[in-house]
């Protein structure tokens, strides 16, 4: 079994090929042994050249107001007033240190993203 480390482009687009023949061999077999170690280089080499960030705090606090169905009366025991919620959700106003803590525990909102420092007008502010 050859295996070659992931260093180009083109290795990352060769690999990902020889990845797909693989899919389905079975655990525990050569094929299984080869497409193991493929995944494991692909996914160095991803780290390393297409690293994932996480996304602003704002962009954070409405993905989970989505995905939960939550409502701006929703976050106001963790915000503040109604009208502190809206102008966090327009960029107004940056989170605290006390309303990062209280989204992060209340809606399971990571914390990286509430610390992100916004690319927008505000960033957080302890």
Known sequence: ?????VRTESDYRATLAEIETLMNAGAGTPEGDR????VTLVEAYE???????FPDPVEAIKFRMEQQGLTVDDLVPV??????????LARKRPLTLRMIEGL???????????????????????
Not at 35 to 38: A, F, N, S
Not at 47 to 53: A, E, F, G, S, T
């Open 35 to 38: 497409l193991d170690v493929l």
């Open 1 to 5: 079994m050859e295996i070659r480390p």
């Open 79 to 88: 915000i503040g007033r109604k009208n502190r919620v809206y102008e966090i």
């Open 47 to 53: 780290r390393q050249h297409y690293p994932l960030d």
């Open 104 to 126: 992060h525990r209340v809606f399971s909102i990571p914390a990286e993203s509430l610390l992100k420092r916004s690319d927008r007008r505000h960033q957080p502010v302890a």
